[in-house]
């Protein structure tokens, strides 16, 4: 399956929706994730997938990027972000939850998702600040 499969026009509507809405913390790292700048790597962001909108996407790498607030620490949202992450990993994907409070150190978030990209795609660590 591939991520533009099995998702209805609502979502894909709502989805769009996001994007013109998107949180503060959500703003910062897209401005990292976007046209390629962060390791050549092309993401998406407001994706719909099945049932669900993952908030950035890589198609190449597989990789879903999740920013939680602080919503996502109730039980019951737990309970659901579990399931979705279960449905999503059964897809072939690795999902990545970054809490915004994480953010105070973008270069932090940055390493976070490097280091977590699959192994062919982990380039070397940057030295110094070129």
Known sequence: MTFN???SK???NYAKELRKN???????????LRAKRFLGLKFKRQVPIGNY???FFCKEARLIIELDGSGHIQ????KYDIKRDEYLKNLGYKVLRIYNNEFKEIDNVLEYIRINL??????PP????D
């Open 5 to 7: 499969e099995h998702y």
């Open 75 to 78: 039980e019951n949202k737990i």
């Open 10 to 12: 609502k979502s894909l």
């Open 126 to 129: 940057r030295e110094g600040n």
């Open 22 to 32: 998107m949180t503060e913390f959500e703003q910062k790292l897209w401005y990292y």
């Open 53 to 55: 909108i993952v908030d």
């Open 118 to 123: 699959p192994s062919p795609l982990i380039p």
